[in-house]
């Protein structure tokens, strides 16, 4: 049985994740810890800066030293690279590459010594792959990996069966899905390589006309490949500046994207389900978290069961890197339940950390009701309890909470965050609930699917219903989360709405909260009326007593 460290921290979204005995223990993005965005400083790709403070989460966690460690695992192997002309020109891929190969000196500094042999280069795409199979409910599924770019490759398909996995399909750089949306991205004058989904929301808005351009450009060549490009996006759509406004182009070229992207994916799917036959297919890469083409994947494609990694981004392939890993040491891998792999805080350090800032705060004997009714008055809150979730979704533990019955709610959420208005925000409700109200993959406990909704719940939850009529919706199985569920019973039975709007705490350009002071940080220089964390309650109303708990 082995104790095994993954490493991402090549790209973006630097993190850190523990196997022990083929289960996953602890798992974190160094955002969290350093509070910069994505994790990394000013330059792009510092493949240097490891994240330290993510590694020592994920060890502390288990209790273990670096002399307890069988494998570290790192999510990119420098010996695939080679020459890849047109991609090399800055010189960021030579640095990068270089910087890699000393990620074992790097890390003796962060963790002390460790035997050579016990480090592993894991390439990329495998990572991304073996986060995928090897973390979902299946005994074996087709694997399909689209991101912007690993070693030398863009996209990997595969199967996993009886334990193995076997490579279909690989496509080679400079064709890219996810290159090609991050282009998109910066024309549309986005941040590159963390923006996409603003892509994705605006293109609700458009129409695709300009997909017959785009189907000549992006082509599946019914091989398990594709060619991506390159495409003048300026002779569809002028480039826009951040801070400019939209032009309905702008709208038209993100819907015709978006409906290409789509397009592809589902002639890749039925080419890699026509290779093997297999009902369950498993995804990861970046393009992964574009849930639109996740739901018609679902809604449209081959398989019976379409399943993403929560971290489908680069973080997730600190994960697959430890799974496979321990894996290939012999251990049988325990399937993923949760996102909440990251720190928590007991109540007992939440209200010394309290105490400590001077806050007015209470417990109250039913906190369930008591928040319940708060929201039911039009109160945001500020809603903290337990382990912090692993990827870029707020699933209940780090979320911002709101009544979805007042449309006005979307507008005054993205205000609080300081985020475009044409974004939308998405419902959490019971799973047992769930199929009354929307349609769609259910249950959805990551948050990686749309969802349409239904047309008798339109009008009462409107905060939550996007411009096409859908919603990003999380369903919450009572059992393994408890206070979530209480307040949506308690919100239901005030209201006959068993649904609350759900979006990430935080504002524009930073990551969401992890520890009670983040969220008290933020809860100070935000307008919310009222703070969860953990038992306890802040209320903006109460701010001229006195510190102290009161029943």
């Known amino acids: 049985m082995a104790v095994v460290l993954g490493i991402n921290a090549v790209f973006h979204d630097p993190a850190a994740a523990l196997v022990v005995d083929g289960r996953v223990v602890a798992a974190a993005e160094e955002e969290r810890f350093s509070r910069r965005k994505h994790g990394k400083i000013a330059v792009p790709f510092s493949t240097w800066e490891l994240p330290e403070r993510a590694i020592a989460f994920c060890l502390d966690a288990a209790q273990v030293g670096a002399q307890d460690l069988d494998a570290i695992a790192y999510s990119y192997d420098p010996d695939l690279v080679g020459e890849r002309p047109g991609l090399c020109d800055d010189g960021w891929e030579q640095l990068r590459t270089l910087y890699a190969r000393e990620a074992p000196g790097f890390l003796r500094s962060v963790i002390g010594r460790f035997d050579a042999d016990r480090f592993r280069w894991v390439p990329h795409h495998h990572a991304h792959a073996a986060s995928a199979y090897l973390a979902a409910p299946f005994a074996q599924s087709d694997v399909m990996v689209l991101d912007g770019r690993g070693e030398r490759g863009s996209a990997l398909f595969g199967s996993y069966r009886s334990g193995t996995f076997e490579v279909l399909a690989t496509q080679r750089l400079p064709h890219s899905l996810g290159l090609l949306y991050e282009e998109l991205t910066v024309h549309l004058g986005f941040q590159r390589s963390s923006d996409e989904y ?224 044409f974004r939308p925000v998405a419902p959490i409700v019971l799973a047992e609930r769930a199929g009354e109200i929307f349609d769609g993959p259910l249950p959805s406990p990551y948050m990686l699917f749309v969802h349409r909704v239904r047309e008798d719940w339109r009008h009462r939850i409107p905060a939550v219903v996007h411009v096409d009529g859908t919603a990003r919706a999380q369903t919450v199985d009572r059992a393994e989360e408890p206070r979530i569920a209480a307040l949506l019973d308690a919100f239901g039975a005030r209201t006959g709405v068993p649904v609350l709007v759900n979006t990430s705490f935080n504002t524009a350009g930073r990551p969401m909260v992890d520890s009670p002071n983040d969220a008290l940080e933020l809860f100070g220089s935000a307008p919310l009326e009222l703070l969860v964390l953990g038992p306890f309650v802040v209320d903006r109303r109460s701010f001229a007593g006195a510190a102290g708990p009161d029943q």
């Open 198 to 421: 603003k892509v994705m929301a605006l293109a609700s808005y458009g129409r695709p006309r300009f997909l017959a351009d785009l189907r000549r450009a992006i082509v599946h060549d019914g091989s398990g490949g594709f060619c991506a490009g390159p495409l003048a996006f300026a002779q569809l759509a002028p480039p826009r500046a951040a801070g400019e406004d939209f032009e309905e182009a702008h709208a038209d070229l993100a819907a015709s994207v978006q409906r290409r992207l789509e397009e592809v994916i589902l002639d890749l799917a039925a080419w890699l389900h026509g290779r093997t036959g297999c009902p369950d297919l498993t995804i990861a890469g970046g393009v992964g978290l574009n849930c639109v083409a996740n739901s018609r994947l679902w809604a449209e494609g081959p398989y019976e069961h379409v399943w993403v990694q929560p971290a489908a981004g680069d973080a997730g392939t600190a994960l697959g890197a430890a799974l496979l890993t321990a894996s290939s040491l012999g251990d049988p891998v325990v399937p993923m339940t949760t996102a909440a792999l990251g720190p928590s805080w007991d109540d007992e350090e939440i209200e010394q950390v309290l105490v400590k800032a001077r806050v007015p705060f209470s417990r109250p004997t039913d906190l369930a009701a008591a928040v319940a009714g708060r929201l039911s008055t039009g109160a945001i809150v500020g809603w903290y309890e337990g382990r912090s979730e692993f990827g870029p979704r707020a699933l209940g533990h780090r979320s911002l909470l709101a009544d979805p019955r007042d449309r006005s709610n979307l507008e005054r959420l993205n205000d609080v965050k300081g985020r475009e208005q």
